[in-house]
């Protein structure tokens, strides 16, 4: 396997950020299961450990949920803006 820039990474992850948005935008109709498919995403973003703190001891395995939580936000966020942009129309 070819070593990839970060740059090629992330222009990688963002092109793949950007096609779940349009998938989840394009399911997420009025019907029963679009709001399922909102509150899947949106209960994976809540930070669930059951923590008062969930950063007073770092890790790396809370470094990588952490990051994969802001991730789900994105998707979520992006999805539904994108959605009420496409309703306006």
């Known amino acids: 396997m070819s ?5 090629e990474i992330e ?7 950007e096609t779940l948005t349009l998938v989840v935008a394009l399911l997420a109709g009025l ?7 909102w509150a899947e995403l949106e209960a ?3 930070f669930q450990n059951n923590q008062e703190d969930p950063g007073a ?4 395995a809370f470094a990588i949920e952490s ?5 789900f936000k994105l998707i979520f966020e992006e999805a539904r803006a ?4 496409w309703n306006a129309e």
Request: glycine share 2%.
């Open 67 to 71: 990051a994969m939580m802001r991730e």
């Open 82 to 85: 994108r959605k009420v942009e």
């Open 31 to 37: 019907d029963a299961t679009s709001e399922r498919i």
């Open 44 to 46: 994976r973003f809540q």
């Open 57 to 60: 001891v770092p890790s790396r």
């Open 3 to 7: 070593e990839l820039t970060n740059e």
């Open 11 to 17: 222009g990688r992850l963002n092109a793949q950020r």
